[in-house]
């Protein structure tokens, strides 16, 4: 079965930002260790945890959204889920390679989108029917 529009560009995303997570965590383990301080070690492994947990979970929305119709709040928590990623992990990744501590102030926004992506998912699974087959009612 081939993957609707949606799933595929937000499994694609999500692959991606998986394999950036993976490639950031095994800069700070071998390049960056010895280069950091352990606060700023720990900050850079912070902000991948956060970035592979939430690139899992656009995976798992694109995986959600793979049928024919409008993904409506499927679309909403992908969006929000990769802002938080773009904010919340790439602001921990400017401060633990050096960047302005300014940028510390914007870190909790990316954690706010992450939890809003994650109540719209919650949203869209409490307004989706369920599938009478699946479930064994008896309607069915």
Known sequence: M???????????????????????????AHVAAARLTPRDLEVLRTGVTYQQLHALGLVLIASLGRGPGDPGLLRVAARLLCAGIVVFSGSLYALALGGPRLLGA??????????????????????????PVRTGSPNA
């Open 2 to 28: 081939g993957l609707s529009a949606f799933a595929s560009r937000w499994l694609a995303i999500g692959a991606a930002l998986m394999l950036l997570g993976v490639l950031f965590g095994a800069f700070g």
């Open 106 to 131: 914007i870190t909790p926004l990316g954690g706010l989108a992450f939890m809003a992506g994650w109540a719209a998912l919650v949203w869209h699974a409490l307004r989706v029917a369920p599938d």
